[in-house]
């Protein structure tokens, strides 16, 4: 979930991170220093932050990351090929809301909401 938001959101101090997640920053610090040492984030400059460093996504994780989500939408789409169309509009529907419940579980901050047209999965579940 920590790259989705990052990758949704675009990069983040330890503090927005918190407030998000509703974490403790040295919890978070512990959490996203081994993924910084692993080349799959990266800190950056953030003048806005002070002396705060913004975490983002490595280009290497980017990538990767887009490719998982368009490898899970196509798994969706091939397991409801044969619904009715109106049941796959529900599946989605039910999905969203589902997964809106889980972004938000326990957070000071909604998740952000992509713009309708750049919506990554669910666009495509059912589409052939």
């Known amino acids: 979930m920590l790259m989705t938001r990052i990758s949704d959101q675009g990069a983040m101090t330890i503090a927005e991170l ?32 002070g002396a705060a460093r913004r975490l983002g996504l490595t280009e290497q994780r980017r990538e990767a990351l887009e490719q998982d989500q368009t490898t899970n939408a196509e798994g969706l789409t091939r397991v409801v090929a044969d619904w009715p169309s109106e049941e796959v509009e529900v599946f989605v ?7 809106q419940g889980i972004e938000g579980f326990g957070t000071r901050q909604p998740w952000p909401r992509p713009n309708p047209s750049t919506t990554r999965g669910t666009e495509t579940i059912g589409a052939q």
Request: hydrophobic fraction near 40%; charge should be neutral.
């Open 18 to 49: 918190s407030a998000a997640f509703n974490f403790d920053q040295s919890t978070l610090s512990r959490q996203t220093a081994p993924l910084c040492r692993a080349g799959l984030l990266e800190r950056t400059e953030a003048p806005d932050a």
């Open 93 to 99: 529907s039910l999905l969203a809301r589902f997964n």
